[in-house]
């Protein structure tokens, strides 16, 4: 008498009974996979996306040191160097936020290769978790070279008083920037579009957010228009972690942020799950 053992050809294929297989939970290996994709494609031109940024930005110190920082000139107590430094930093960290985030599915959807990211089984909370955490990384990037290369700058001081409180504004700052820009990758249909955004929208409120000035200095009507301004409690509150004083209440800032992160992850998801100028 003899046994036969079924050979592993003879097993069953789900997919020759019309059985789907499915995926329960997140995904997290095709989650680890976009994220990866994406910061490796940053990386590839680091010396444009992270070098760049970095000495563009600390060209500004360099100006405004040399203009306005001599004889002595202070704001909020601290010398003009070490105000404008935190600002500097975390100005450089929403635009690139911004650049990386805004570039992959605009990218996709004029070459052609859009179905790279609609086709794997991500689901669109993935996706969108996968391109927000890239670009954050970036912004992560970027801010840790500036804040790097101003330890050994002579006359600045950038030394955190409050590290927990400039992670926790990096990253709501940063994750609202990269939110911007999933949405601005989502409705734009050529570069020309992003660009438009770019300058028009991302740099006057960056540069208009109290990087170089205390807003207190301002007329009232011109605090009013700062204080509507986003950017102006993420530049406020990192800079409070670095220096431990701040033009705008701390709690109030953190609210806003939140409340507004919150805003554009609900829109950014449902853009995705109906597939505005993503799907035919």
Not at 35 to 53: C, D, G, H, N, S
Not at 77 to 86: K, L, N, Q, S
Not at 249 to 278: A, E, H, Q
Request: aromatic share 12%.
């Amino acid at each position: 008498m003899t046994i036969q053992s079924k050979s592993s050809d003879d097993a069953p294929n789900p997919q020759a009974l019309g059985v789907e297989r499915t995926i329960s939970g997140v995904n997290w290996v095709g989650l680890k996979t976009l994220y990866f994709k994406e910061v490796r494609r940053f990386m590839k031109v680091q010396l444009q996306t992270i070098w760049a940024p970095s000495i563009t930005t600390l060209l500004f110190l360099v100006i405004f040191t040399v203009a306005l920082g001599r004889g002595g000139a202070q704001v909020m107590g601290v010398p003009f160097a070490d105000f404008i430094a935190p600002g500097l930093i975390m100005m450089g960290m929403l635009q690139n936020a911004f650049a990386n985030s805004s570039f992959s599915l605009l990218a996709g959807k004029i070459q052609g290769t859009i179905v790279d990211y609609l086709m794997p089984p991500l689901s669109n909370g993935e996706l969108l978790v996968a391109m927000v955490g890239a670009a954050m990384t970036r912004a992560f990037f970027v801010g840790a070279t500036i804040w790097f290369v101003m330890l050994f700058w002579p006359g600045v001081h950038v030394m955190p008083q409050h590290p927990a409180i400039v992670l926790w504004f990096g990253l709501l700052g940063s994750a609202m920037v990269s939110l911007l820009g999933v949405l601005t990758s989502i409705w734009a249909e050529k570069f020309d579009h992003n660009s438009a955004v770019t300058n028009f929208v991302i740099a006057p409120l960056s540069l208009l957010s109290g990087t170089f000035y205390s807003v207190d200095k301002l007329a009232p009507s011109f605090q009013a228009v700062s204080h509507a301004n986003p950017f102006f409690y993420v530049i406020s509150g990192f800079r409070y972690g670095f220096l431990g004083k701040t033009d705008s209440d701390i709690m109030l800032g953190s609210v806003v942020l939140i409340v507004l992160n919150i805003v554009l992850v609900l829109i950014c998801y449902f853009l995705l799950r109906s597939g505005w100028k993503l799907k035919a």
